[in-house]
T-cell receptor, first 113, second 113 residues
Framework: QQQVKQSPQSLIVQKGGISIINCAYE??????FPWYQQFPGKGPALLIA?????SEKKEGRFTISFNKSAKQFSLHIMDSQPGDSATYFC????????????FGAGTTVTVRA | DGGITQSPKYLFRKEGQNVTLSCEQN?????MYWYRQDPGQGLRLIYY???????QKGDIAEGYSVSREKKESFPLTVTSAQKNPTAFYLC????????????FGQGTRLTVV
């Protein structure tokens, strides 16, 4: 079964708007939560990541919010641009000696100009 | 340039045929992974290897085989036992440490004809 649940499956946002993608997990052993961005026909690339000792991390227009008690985390894309149109995956891993990433199902974001 | 190279980019397989997908990395990473990507299902782990001459099954290993004879190389064989092999295959490598950043290749799209 999927260890990380991601929603929505797709979203459309106007240029300049905010895109929000949500993920939830059950395994409390997870301690590293990255987001990957994938363009069509390419491999995913790391966008931003967070550890559960902080509640928010911001890099440019991308922000991760983390709620440890609810076992949820989300990606916010501020001032969305057409170049942000891509598929976004959340993931989780246990870190330490276990480097396997469990991925969410992905969210396809379309930014309309 | 350091990175992960997957070949070929496109591969066509006839029914009953085995095919091998190549994955080479020059990042000096210990751990390497194979994922399968299908629309709406995210990335599912096929096999992974954390050290040379050792590998473990992932969540969907049936019908696949791997080898890890060199640190740089982790080829994946899709055997005739894999009933639905048409998919996008992604190879990744991970640097051991507190942050499990996975670096992905550009993928191989396999189609059964």
């Amino acid at each position: 079964q999927q260890q990380v649940k991601q929603s929505p499956q797709s979203l459309i946002v106007q240029k300049g708007g905010i895109s929000i993608i949500n993920c939830a997990y059950e395994n409390t052993a997870f301690d590293y939560f990255p987001w990957y961005q994938q363009f069509p026909g390419k491999g995913p690339a790391l966008l931003i990541a967070i550890r559960p000792d902080v509640s928010e991390k911001k890099e440019g227009r991308f922000t991760i919010s983390f709620n440890k008690s609810a076992k949820q985390f989300s990606l916010h894309i501020m001032d969305s641009q057409p170049g942000d149109s891509a598929t976004y995956f959340c993931a989780a891993s246990k870190g330490s000696n276990d480097y396997k990433l469990s991925f969410g199902a992905g969210t396809t974001v379309t930014v309309r100009a | 340039d350091g990175g992960i190279t997957q070949s070929p980019k496109y591969l066509f397989r006839k029914e009953g045929q085995n095919v091998t997908l190549s994955c080479e990395q020059n990042l000096n990473h210990d751990a390497m992974y194979w994922y399968r990507q299908d629309p709406g299902q995210g990335l599912r782990l096929i096999y992974y290897s954390q050290i040379v001459n050792d590998f473990q099954k992932g969540d969907i290993a049936e019908g696949y085989s791997v080898s890890r004879e060199k640190k740089e190389s982790f080829p994946l064989t899709v055997t005739s036992a894999q009933k639905n092999p048409t998919a996008f295959y992604l190879c990744a490598s991970v640097q051991r440490g507190p942050n499990t950043e996975a670096f992905f290749g550009q993928g191989t799209r396999l189609t059964v004809v």
